[in-house]
Each structure stands twice: as structure tokens, then as C-alpha cells.
């Protein structure tokens, strides 16, 4: 799997947009784009994953740049509960492959 | 709600003692994973299990065994051979072969006594 690269903490102010920027640059052409968070002693939450197209849903927005080399996961309107360490990651679709899960981004949201 | 449940959620463990940790889903999913997370560290794979009566070894599998006797069914037993199992567990499923996501459970806190 694709290694990517997050900042390793970012701030935002609740209701303003948070935009988590990843870069994978050596990512393959089968290898999906996936974002997860985690809250404290809590298991990672999925929240959106994409391959080449931009996608949308309801808790989030991922662009994927069209070399596929970056991403950037967009938290329209954050709020406090978004406050999280989130994660970006390369994979494929091969049969029993874990989720390598880097440092990731620590986003604190605060009012 | 469909979903994924690991349970207990906290765990204590005596030296030279075996424990089970639990993990359930009804998500109709073929596949189903063991992590171990330690404090500021990423997740790391100890068993995978792609089909029922089927299970793979992951990059840390000593010390640990899995049982898939049935499909939403996949617990995780640390051995005494694990010297060092003070962690945060947690499970996962998904629909194997696909590029949908791993969803996880809540994850079980083991400590040792």
C-alpha cells in the first residue's frame, strides 16, 4: 500500500470548514483513497473513500487531485465533536490486506 | 442497528492467565479482523479471517489465537505467551474482495493485574 503523509495537527473554528490535506504520491492506480477518525478509546470511525472522483456524503467531502497524488478531506461546518485524529489511507482491494494506519492528522475544533 | 460489538469494553488479566475477547457483527460480512493499538502508535494486524473455519496470521500473531466457527463470530484469545498484552483491541469486518471500508467496533481495553 501507497505511504501517505499528513500534517500532524491542525486547528479550526467551530462552524468554519476543515480541510485535512493527505498526500500519496505513490499511490497505485487500484488503490483507493480511505479516511478514518478516532475519538479517544473509541474505534476508528469510517467517514468517506474514494478512487479518482470527488465524493461526497453526509459527513464529509474527499477531492482527490487528478495525478491522484494528494487528497484533502473537507468537514463542511465543524463542530466541537468533530475533534479527532484523523487518518488517510492507501489501499487495494487484495484479499485480507489490513489498514495501515499512519500518525494522522490531531484536527481540534474549538469555539 | 447493524454494526460490530466487541465486548467486554475494559479487561484485566492476571500473569499466566488466558482471556477471550469478544467480537460480534451483523453486517453479513465475509471478512473479519484483529488490530492491537498502543498508546500514540498506529494499528497493527494479529489475525484476519476471510471465510468461516479459515484465519490468517497478521504481522503479530504470537502469542494470540482466533477461532471463525461462524460467520459473525470471530474472538480473539491472548495467550500467556503474550508477554507484553497491555493494549486496546479492536475488531473489524468487511465485505472481503470489495473496496468497501473496514468497519471496527468499539474496541476492548486490556490491562494486566
Known amino acids: 500500500d501507497a505511504k501517505t503523509t499528513q500534517p500532524p495537527s491542525m486547528d479550526c473554528a467551530e462552524g468554519r470548514a476543515a480541510n485535512l490535506p493527505c498526500n500519496h504520491s505513490?499511490?497505485?492506480?487500484?488503490?483507493?483513497v480511505y479516511w478514518y477518525r478516532q475519538i479517544h478509546s473509541q474505534g476508528p470511525q469510517y467517514i468517506i473513500h474514494?478512487?479518482?472522483n470527488n465524493e461526497t456524503n453526509e459527513m464529509a467531502s474527499l477531492i482527490i487531485t487528478e495525478d491522484r497524488k494528494s487528497s484533502t478531506l473537507i468537514l463542511p461546518h465543524a463542530t466541537l465533536r468533530d475533534t479527532a485524529v484523523y487518518y488517510c489511507?492507501?489501499?487495494?482491494?487484495?484479499?485480507?490486506?489490513?489498514?495501515?494506519f499512519g500518525k494522522g492528522t490531531t484536527l481540534s475544533v474549538s469555539s | 442497528d447493524g454494526g460490530i460489538t466487541q465486548s467486554p469494553k475494559y479487561l484485566f488479566r492476571k500473569e499466566g492467565q488466558n482471556v477471550t475477547l469478544s467480537c460480534e457483527q451483523n453486517?453479513?460480512?465475509?471478512?473479519m479482523y484483529w488490530y492491537r493499538q498502543d498508546p500514540g502508535q498506529g494499528l497493527r494486524l494479529i489475525y484476519y479471517?476471510?471465510?468461516?473455519?479459515?484465519?490468517q496470521k497478521g504481522d503479530i500473531a504470537e502469542g494470540y489465537s482466533v477461532s471463525r466457527e461462524k460467520k459473525e463470530s470471530f474472538p480473539l484469545t491472548v495467550t500467556s505467551a503474550q508477554k507484553n498484552p497491555t493494549a486496546f483491541y479492536l475488531c473489524?469486518?468487511?465485505?472481503?474482495?470489495?473496496?468497501?471500508?473496514?468497519?471496527f467496533g468499539d474496541g476492548t481495553r486490556l490491562s494486566i493485574l
Open positions: 473489524a469486518s468487511t465485505e472481503e474482495g470489495s473496496n468497501q471500508p473496514q468497519h
Open positions: 505513490t499511490i497505485s492506480g487500484n488503490e483507493y
Open positions: 474514494g478512487l479518482k
Open positions: 489511507i492507501a489501499k487495494n482491494n487484495q484479499a485480507g490486506t489490513a489498514l495501515i
Open positions: 453486517l453479513n460480512h465475509d471478512a
Open positions: 479471517s476471510q471465510i468461516v473455519n479459515d484465519f
